[in-house]
T-cell receptor, first 114, second 110 residues
């Protein structure tokens, strides 16, 4: 298996533009997570899905952020409009089963908003 | 908020055992201790987890004190590739959220 796949790996955009980050979880996994990592706040969970349904979005910073999972093999995290403070590395992770002890992380997308 | 306390940084010589401590004094009876690590510019990677017994796998050993208020991750023969930030996390079985603290930055020196 190729593991969790994220695209793009790097994204540079101007303030005010829409940004879409993409994630393909490991086949068969039923949980999908979006994390954000910054120097100031460390690694924090934004939202997670179970069977394509959002379960906990309490970590989503504000209405500018939205996440979708239209099917079991694809998820997007969208920021509209983007701001410089959104600059971070965004990780997607997936896991299998309610009692899973391991989340598998993707390589991340480094977002820079100028 | 993270429920664990770890030293900010540690150094270890290559080939020696690296012992990374973690305090989790408020851990409850149904919470497990998990360890992840993050090598520079990569996503976090699961290492090991345990409830109350010591655990060992191909990567590391986990020693949990009898009162479960602290634990130690042991990398028996550290290599340069073990240089990373190591996160100790407590989580209930079945809970999905991983709450990462600041972790310990482990540097393996040649």
């Amino acid at each position: 298996d190729a593991g969790v796949i994220q695209s793009p790996r790097h994204e540079v955009t101007e303030m005010g533009q829409e940004v879409t980050l993409r994630c393909k979880p490991i086949s068969g996994h039923d949980y999908l997570f979006w994390y954000r990592q910054t120097m100031m706040r460390g690694l924090e969970l934004l939202i997670y899905f179970n069977n394509n349904v959002p379960i906990d979005d309490s970590g989503m910073p504000e209405d500018r952020f939205s996440a979708k999972m239209p099917n079991a093999s694809f998820s997007t995290l969208k920021i509209q409009p983007s701001e410089p403070r959104d600059s971070a590395v965004y990780f997607c992770a997936s896991s299998f089963g309610f009692s899973s002890y391991e989340q598998y992380f993707g390589p991340g997308t480094r977002l820079t908003v100028t | 908020d993270a429920k664990t306390t770890q030293p900010t940084s540690m150094d270890c010589a290559e080939g020696r055992a690296a012992n990374l401590p973690c305090n989790h004094s408020t851990i409850s009876g149904n919470e497990y201790v998990y360890w992840y690590r993050q090598i520079h510019s990569q996503g976090p990677q699961y290492i090991i987890h345990g409830l109350k017994n010591n655990e060992t796998n191909e990567m590391a050993s986990l020693i949990i004190t009898e009162d479960r208020k602290s634990s130690t991750l042991i990398l028996p023969h550290a290599t340069l590739r073990d240089t990373a930030v190591y996160y100790c996390i407590v989580r209930e079985q079945g809970a999905q959220k991983l709450v990462f603290g600041q972790g310990t930055r482990l540097t393996i020196n040649p």
